[in-house]
């Protein structure tokens, strides 16, 4: 594995994985922009949808074991970690002003 290409939270992440071949880990992926039909077949076999060339990111649920093997692979540029997102839903009391 390349950890130059991962970021801090997906190579903390990989350490928690008990099972290295789950697909368990939302990952962005960036790459080179203009992709050979080679470097397509490897993100389409690893579940990636939407690969074209032009593109230079792709999001992906990966098992440990693919984001090593997409880590040395020369056009990979790097690994980021996808978290999910979740909305804080807070009410703000403003209170009433009366004269």
């Known amino acids: 594995m390349n950890y130059q290409k991962l970021d801090a939270a997906l190579a903390t992440a990989l350490n928690d994985v008990k099972d290295p071949e789950e697909s368990s880990l939302g990952v962005f992926i ?5 992709l050979d039909s080679a470097a397509i077949a490897v993100l389409e076999s690893l579940g990636v949808s939407g690969v ?3 593109r230079d990111i792709f999001t ?3 098992s440990p074991n693919a984001i090593s093997q997409l880590s040395e692979q020369s056009w990979v540029k790097y690994l980021k970690r996808s978290q999910q997102l979740h ?9 009433k002003f009366g004269v």
């Open 30 to 34: 960036h790459t080179e922009p203009v």
């Open 52 to 54: 074209t060339s032009g």
């Open 60 to 62: 992906a649920t990966l």
């Open 87 to 95: 909305l804080v839903n807070k009410i703000i009391n403003t209170g």
